[in-house]
């Protein structure tokens, strides 16, 4: 039997991220860049990616980008989306 690992996600917000440590257990959130954080980790399903997004949104950040597709390599460029 193959378990299946849910997919890993890396999404990039502008500005200071750190309130989202803690609210989402098991993601990294660290300081990439001046006013760029990264959130980081394996989200279970699409109902908690658009949780995530929400809590993004709720906190007044900015989404810088994110893969455009859960395969791709997250050093790969062709697989960010840029705003």
């Known amino acids: 039997m193959t378990i299946k690992r849910p997919p890993h996600y890396e999404i990039r ?3 200071a ?3 989202l440590v803690g609210l989402v257990p098991g993601l990294r959130v660290t300081t990439r860049a001046p006013g760029e954080t990264i959130i980081s980790g394996p989200i279970a399903d699409q109902a908690a990616l658009h949780g995530l997004l929400a809590k993004v949104r709720g906190l007044g950040l900015t989404l810088v980008a994110m893969p ?3 395969r791709a390599h997250p050093d790969d460029p062709s697989a960010w989306q840029q705003r």
């Open 68 to 70: 455009g597709s859960t």
């Open 17 to 19: 991220g750190q309130q």
């Open 13 to 15: 917000v502008e500005g």
